[in-house]
T-cell receptor, first 111, second 112 residues
């Protein structure tokens, strides 16, 4: 069963911030939230992950709500190369700690 | 050179044939995974291994088997390929329980 819910698709203007939401209302206290993206049919690319605090790296920021039931991935200045499918993943602890992918959000960056 | 390498990148095979997909990694990670992806869907876990003596079934292991020949090598076999195993297959590695996974570029398998 999917542990995350994401919109099927989103558009974003080039140069603007892209905000991708994710709901994970059944997340457990020790489960991390990961974000990956997949461009065309390439291998998924790691973006960022976090537990409860907000995180930032050179690619993106991750904002996790205080109750941890949802999060938002922020791409601060979207470019055409950010067009991809973005997966929000809760890393399940009770089945060997695996990554379970849902269907993700297809982000299109518009010139 | 890629950290996670899959061979072959593309393969067409006939129904009933045995086929092996290979994965090797240079990251020194103990954990390795095989996933499949069908058009328009996310990745589904087939098998995973935490070290050379540890093999575990994922959510869709029926019709597949794996071999962990060494820390760096993890192979996926289809003993008797069938058309509904046509898919994109990905290998991945990770260092530990709360670290990111690194994916190979995928193998596109077509069973005719």
């Amino acid at each position: 069963d999917a542990k995350t819910t994401q919109p099927t698709s989103m558009d974003c203007a080039e140069g603007r911030a892209a905000n991708l939401p994710c709901n994970h209302s059944t997340i457990s206290g020790n489960e991390y939230v990961y974000w990956y993206r997949q461009i065309h049919s390439q291998g998924p690319q790691y973006i960022i992950h976090g537990l409860k605090n907000n995180e930032t790296n050179e690619m993106a920021s991750l904002i996790i709500t205080e109750d941890r039931k949802s999060s938002t991935l922020i791409l601060p200045h979207a470019t055409l190369r950010d067009t991809a499918v973005y997966y929000c993943i809760v890393r399940v602890q009770n089945t060997g700690n695996q990554f379970y992918f849902g269907t993700g959000t297809s982000l299109t960056v518009i010139p | 050179d890629a950290d996670v390498t899959q061979t072959p990148r593309n393969r067409i095979t006939k129904t009933g044939k045995r086929i092996m997909l290979e994965c090797s990694q240079t990251k020194g990670h103990d954990r390795m995974y095989w996933y499949r992806q069908d058009p328009g869907l996310g990745l589904r876990l087939i098998y995973y291994s935490f070290d050379v003596k540890d093999i575990n079934k994922g959510e869709i292991s029926d019709g597949y088997s794996v071999s962990r020949q060494a820390q760096a090598k993890f192979s996926l076999s289809l003993e008797s390929a069938i058309p509904n195993q046509t898919a994109l297959y990905f290998c991945a590695t990770s260092l530990g329980p709360n670290t990111e996974a690194f994916f190979g570029q995928g193998t596109r398998l077509t069973v005719v």
